[in-house]
């Protein structure tokens, strides 16, 4: 679902501008609210010097299709045009897949409706291509960082790579059905993998096919052209040292996503603790029949009970762990202890009640399902259980994504990486390199060569990508980056989205 095997999302039916190039990156490294339409502002009033004008909005968001609905808010705004953006996207990963369901998004037109807005929103690595087909980017610069260079992202042994692509789409006929279906198609130039105006058009029946299928540039009806560039978080220092990579004339819009500085595998708590697979699976399992929560007021709720929960259950392995006596009702089986719980249960049905979460239990059998929870939970130990805890449950996605459904919509909260399970890097930095990244991103940022229109930020903690008991200290100093940076990025230029895991505060040490 959400990133969940990247070198696949990488390598499927990437045709458009954007995804085009991580197809040829691929390939040849194995061969070797409605918005606004009215005019903006010019050049000169948009870039406005550094230490005057308007703030710089910054919008904190959890998963990262969640900046779209942000990247236009601020074209309605008049932070960036609607046309002509230069995205710095500062991540360990390029989010350069295609949406699976791109034909109901905007294509090759702005997004006018929120029902448009929210077509683009489907996964949290299709969002730059969705933009890119309403035309919102064109040029792309993804800049990746030094520890995830052996990764399955398509950068290769290249500090820079540059592909220069144009785009559109062609009516094909279906074999099966002999009905023409519509095709996204590209044609694409690259000097450092020596591609001349390669063109093809993605595989309507086989997503997973990477190379696509070869077609005569004069097949594609093109819309849009772009320029991708793939460059190292050192080689990117280089060149906007350059003053003529990135420029005042240029339109940016900046994004950073905090998994810039490491990934880890959110699962590990509870492997550490000795749970396995099937044990988690079937705690997630009752815990989505339990409540079906629509919102993240719900989620934070939801969890808080499911503490409250474990807690009592730890309370119990506690007595029974002092207890000396080897007759003890309550401890000498597991079949007493899940019964004396049990007994619990009417107090933990007023604890749903208080938290006002009756009514979104899943269905008649919820009390059925909770009895099964303390049941499985009941077979763990005191360390088991506390990393149960520690790890919580959550929404299975952001509730602004496309196809989001609360019903049976929470889940142990442990994102969707899972060590042998993705091709997913995990790294985990220290203290100290943390430092040293940020120093680096300070170095990419603050040679004033460019002031972005408008910043998002991803933090990348549900999905399971993001360190979650580093994140406060990453986005920190993230912040103090910008605020160094670009003196319009004030205080009051952080917006935190209503959707973040945990709140502003996030979602480590929330009990």
């Given at each position: 679902?959400?990133?969940?095997?990247?070198?696949?999302?990488?390598?499927?039916?990437?045709?458009?501008?954007?995804?085009?190039?991580?197809?040829?990156?691929?390939?040849?490294?194995?061969?070797?609210?409605?918005?606004?339409?009215?005019?903006?502002?010019?050049?000169?009033?948009?870039?406005?010097?550094?230490?005057?004008?308007?703030?710089?909005?910054?919008?904190?968001?959890?998963?990262?299709?969640?900046?779209?609905?942000?990247?236009?808010?601020?074209?309605?705004?008049?932070?960036?045009?609607?046309?002509?953006?230069?995205?710095?996207?500062?991540?360990?990963?390029?989010?350069?897949?295609?949406?699976?369901?791109?034909?109901?998004?905007?294509?090759?037109?702005?997004?006018?409706?929120?029902?448009?807005?929210?077509?683009?929103?489907?996964?949290?690595?299709?969002?730059?291509?969705?933009?890119?087909?309403?035309?919102?980017?064109?040029?792309?610069?993804?800049?990746?960082?030094?520890?995830?260079?052996?990764?399955?992202?398509?950068?290769?042994?290249?500090?820079?790579?540059?592909?220069?692509?144009?785009?559109?789409?062609?009516?094909?006929?279906?074999?099966?059905?002999?009905?023409?279906?519509?095709?996204?198609?590209?044609?694409?130039?690259?000097?450092?993998?020596?591609?001349?105006?390669?063109?093809?058009?993605?595989?309507?029946?086989?997503?997973?096919?990477?190379?696509?299928?070869?077609?005569?540039?004069?097949?594609?009806?093109?819309?849009?052209?772009?320029?991708?560039?793939?460059?190292?978080?050192?080689?990117?220092?280089?060149?906007?040292?350059?003053?003529?990579?990135?420029?005042?004339?240029?339109?940016?819009?900046?994004?950073?996503?905090e998994d810039f500085y490491g990934v880890e595998a959110a699962i590990?708590?509870?492997?550490?603790?000795?749970?396995?697979?099937?044990t988690i699976d079937t705690v997630a399992h009752w815990v989505k029949?339990?409540?079906?929560?629509?919102?993240?007021?719900?989620?934070?709720?939801?969890?808080?009970?499911?503490?409250?929960?474990?807690?009592?259950?730890?309370?119990?392995?506690?007595?029974?762990?002092?207890?000396?006596?080897?007759?003890?009702?309550?401890?000498?089986?597991?079949?007493?202890?899940?019964?004396?719980?049990?007994?619990?249960?009417?107090?933990?049905?007023?604890?749903?009640?208080?938290?006002?979460?009756?009514?979104?239990?899943?269905?008649?059998?919820?009390?059925?399902?909770?009895?099964?929870?303390?049941?499985?939970?009941?077979?763990?130990?005191?360390?088991?259980?506390?990393?149960?805890?520690?790890?919580?449950?959550?929404?299975?996605?952001?509730?602004?994504?496309?196809?989001?459904?609360?019903?049976?919509?929470?889940?142990?909260?442990?994102?969707?990486?899972?060590?042998?399970?993705?091709?997913?890097?995990?790294?985990?930095?220290?203290?100290?390199?943390?430092?040293?990244?940020?120093?680096?991103?300070?170095?990419?940022?603050?040679?004033?060569?460019?002031?972005?229109?408008?910043?998002?930020?991803?933090?990348?903690?549900?999905?399971?990508?993001?360190?979650?008991?580093?994140?406060?200290?990453?986005?920190s100093d993230i912040k103090r980056v910008l605020r160094d940076a670009?003196?319009?990025?004030?205080?009051?230029?952080?917006?935190?989205?209503?959707?973040?895991?945990?709140?502003?505060?996030?979602?480590?040490?929330?009990?």
């Amino acid at each position: 679902m959400f990133r969940k095997v990247r070198y696949v999302e990488i390598t499927v039916a990437v045709v458009v501008f954007l995804a085009t190039c991580w197809l040829f990156a691929w390939r040849m490294r194995d061969i070797g609210s409605c918005y606004s339409s009215s005019s903006f502002t010019s050049l000169e009033s948009r870039h406005l010097n550094q230490e005057r004008g308007p703030r710089i909005p910054v919008y904190i968001v959890e998963e990262h299709h969640e900046v779209v609905k942000y990247w236009f808010d601020a074209v309605r705004q008049s932070y960036i045009p609607k046309r002509g953006n230069v995205l710095i996207h500062i991540d360990g990963h390029s989010d350069g897949g295609t949406p699976d369901q791109w034909h109901t998004g905007p294509l090759f037109r702005f997004p006018v409706t929120h029902h448009d807005i929210t077509t683009m929103m489907q996964q949290n690595d299709v969002f730059i291509v969705a933009a890119a087909l309403a035309g919102l980017i064109d040029r792309y610069i993804w800049v990746w960082p030094a520890w995830n260079t052996h990764s399955n992202e398509g950068q290769s042994d290249k500090e820079y790579a540059a592909f220069r692509v144009r785009y559109g789409s062609l009516y094909h006929t279906d074999n099966a059905t002999g009905q023409p279906v519509l095709h996204l198609c590209a044609c694409a130039t690259s000097s450092e993998y020596k591609l001349d105006n390669y063109c093809f058009m993605n595989n309507a029946s086989d997503i997973d096919d990477s190379e696509g299928i070869p077609i005569r540039e004069s097949e594609c009806h093109m819309k849009y052209t772009g320029l991708v560039e793939m460059v190292s978080e050192t080689k990117a220092i280089s060149l906007i040292s350059s003053g003529t990579w990135i420029t005042a004339k240029d339109s940016v819009l900046l994004d950073v996503d905090e998994d810039f500085y490491g990934v880890e595998a959110a699962i590990t708590p509870l492997v550490d603790a000795g749970v396995n697979k099937e044990t988690i699976d079937t705690v997630a399992h009752w815990v989505k029949r339990l409540v079906c929560a629509s919102d993240v007021r719900q989620e934070r709720q939801t969890d808080s009970f499911f503490n409250y929960l474990v807690q009592t259950i730890i309370d119990f392995r506690i007595v029974c762990s002092i207890n000396e006596k080897a007759d003890d009702s309550v401890c000498n089986s597991l079949e007493n202890l899940v019964s004396a719980v049990s007994t619990l249960q009417p107090k933990f049905l007023d604890n749903i009640r208080e938290r006002n979460l009756m009514q979104h239990l899943c269905d008649n059998e919820s009390e059925g399902a909770l009895k099964e929870l303390i049941t499985e939970l009941c077979n763990l130990n005191t360390d088991q259980l506390k990393a149960f805890a520690k790890v919580g449950i959550c929404l299975y996605e952001s509730p602004k994504t496309t196809d989001f459904d609360s019903e049976h919509s929470m889940r142990v909260c442990y994102g969707y990486n899972i060590p042998n399970e993705t091709a997913v890097m995990f790294h985990i930095p220290s203290l100290l390199e943390i430092k040293q990244r940020t120093e680096k991103l300070k170095d990419i940022l603050t040679q004033k060569q460019f002031v972005p229109g408008a910043v998002t930020i991803c933090r990348s903690t549900r999905d399971g990508y993001t360190p979650r008991a580093l994140f406060t200290k990453i986005e920190s100093d993230i912040k103090r980056v910008l605020r160094d940076a670009f003196p319009r990025i004030r205080e009051d230029s952080f917006y935190y989205d209503e959707d973040l895991l945990g709140g502003p505060v996030g979602w480590h040490g929330r009990h």
